[in-house]
């Protein structure tokens, strides 16, 4: 256990629908990614924030997906009129100062 | 942008045996590397990193890594392999600027025979 907490950690749901994933980092953690990892590929970075501000957002992050972390601590991932292609587990992340990236267990999404 | 290769998709051992895994990056500035570890079920984990300083690099459960600059590489090695290495691992990048994202290969899948 790294500390950095996801719910839920699994999601089904059907094309269409919205879903919302959240991520608790370590507390003093003011750093926190999103990365997307699907079958057989290493993670890919999404978004991150350094407290409350989102500062980087990859080209991976279409229209459909907005994230946030209103009070610099938790963060959320939602993913609107979700498609087949979202499929794919969810890594939230932390870091705190010049130190290595802290993984939570992530978040796995199937879309039918 | 960064790119990650790693040679090897699966890795088959047997106990004792030594272990090397490749790992090279394409980036043209200053770079700090990484090599993470997933085991069945579990998150991902730190095995070691390279920020600066002596290129050897001494991880966790008797792994190491070695960074050589002018080949850009950064291979994962381990004397003597054992049954419990079974694990994806995973070599990643980041820039040594602000941003810090990381920039993953695709992974090795290591299995290890008793």
């Known amino acids: 256990d790294t500390g950095v907490s996801q719910d839920p950690r699994h999601k089904i749901t059907k094309r269409g629908q919205n879903v919302t994933f959240r991520c608790d980092p370590i507390?003093?953690?003011?750093?926190l990614y999103w990365y997307r990892q699907t079958l057989g590929q290493g993670p890919e970075f999404l978004t991150y924030?350094?407290?409350?501000?989102?500062?980087?957002k990859s080209r991976l992050l279409s229209d459909r997906f907005s994230a946030e972390r209103p009070k610099g601590s938790f963060s959320t991932l939602e993913i609107q009129r979700t498609e087949q292609g979202d499929s794919a587990m969810y890594l939230c992340?932390?870091?705190?100062?010049?130190?290595?990236?802290?993984f939570g267990p992530g978040t796995r999404l199937t879309v039918l | 942008a960064q790119s990650v290769s790693q040679h090897n998709h699966h890795v088959i051992l047997s106990e004792a045996a030594s272990l090397e895994l490749g790992c090279n990056y394409s980036y043209g500035g200053t770079v700090n590397l990484f090599w993470y570890v997933q085991y069945p079920g579990q998150h991902l984990q730190l095995l070691l990193k390279y920020f600066s300083g002596d290129p050897l690099v001494k991880g966790i459960k008797g792994f190491e890594a070695e960074f050589i600059k002018s080949k850009f590489s950064f291979n994962l090695r381990k004397p003597s392999v054992q049954w419990s290495d079974t694990a994806e691992y995973f070599c990643a990048v980041s820039s040594s600027g602000s941003a810090r994202q990381l920039t993953f290969g695709s992974g090795t899948q290591l299995t290890v025979l008793p």
């Open positions: 924030f350094q407290n409350e501000a989102q500062l980087e």
């Open positions: 992340a932390s870091l705190a100062g010049h130190n290595e990236q802290f």
């Open positions: 507390s003093e953690h003011n750093r």
